[in-house]
């Protein structure tokens, strides 16, 4: 399996986190998985709902912390989007038992870090870092493509991402 940092974005607040899932919108297809981790309050969910306006979803992403996963229909017909949140999951074997079509859905996992594996070749880790002393609301975003999906556009993923100097 083959590993490449796609970006390493610099995010100076809330509104940038969610013109970031935006774009990253623009990305996905079917089949794709993300992971997403940071501590609380990182602006995992705010990325989210970035990404679920950019796919058009029906309705409002919010964070699926106590019902576990929400599918959100889109405007276009297009591959649902599934939002779940792995923070009260004691196992993979329970994230199995969602039963979730992964390679007919785009899958957002918060706190998903070892809860995927075998899920699919190919996913995104973005990992989202804030500043811990409380003095800003700057975090530090950063996207590693893992498997062939992501190996053979990773310059194309980066350039959409950065090409007018965003995040940056």
């Known amino acids: 399996m083959t590993s490449q940092q796609l970006s390493t974005l610099t995010i100076a607040d809330a509104e940038i986190m969610h013109q ?6 623009g990305l996905l297809r079917a089949g794709d998985l993300l992971i997403l981790t ?11 709902r970035g990404i679920g306006e950019g796919l058009g979803v029906v309705g409002t992403v919010s964070s ?7 599918t959100h229909k889109r405007t276009d017909g297009g591959p ?4 779940v949140d792995a923070y009260r999951l004691a ?11 992964f390679a007919k859905s785009i899958s ?12 699919s070749d ?14 800003t ?22 350039s959409q991402l950065t090409s007018d100097g965003f995040g940056q």
């Not at 970031?20 to 919108?25: H, P, T």
């Not at 940071?38 to 989210?48: E, I, N, Q, V």
């Not at 196992?91 to 079509?101: G, R, Y």
């Not at 957002?108 to 899920?119: A, N, Q």
């Open 20 to 25: 970031l899932g935006l774009r990253l919108a």
């Open 38 to 48: 940071g501590p609380l309050g990182a602006g995992k969910t705010t990325l989210s």
């Open 64 to 70: 699926p912390t106590f019902v576990i996963a929400r």
């Open 80 to 83: 649902e989007l599934v939002h």
């Open 91 to 101: 196992s993979p074997q329970e994230l199995d038992d969602l039963d979730i079509d």
């Open 108 to 119: 957002l996992i918060e706190w998903g870090k070892g809860f995927t594996d075998g899920i």
């Open 122 to 135: 190919s996913w995104l880790d973005i990992s989202i870092d804030r500043d811990r002393t409380g003095a």
């Open 137 to 158: 609301e700057v975090r530090m975003v950063s996207i590693t493509g893992h498997g062939p999906r992501w190996d053979s556009s990773w310059e194309f993923f980066r």
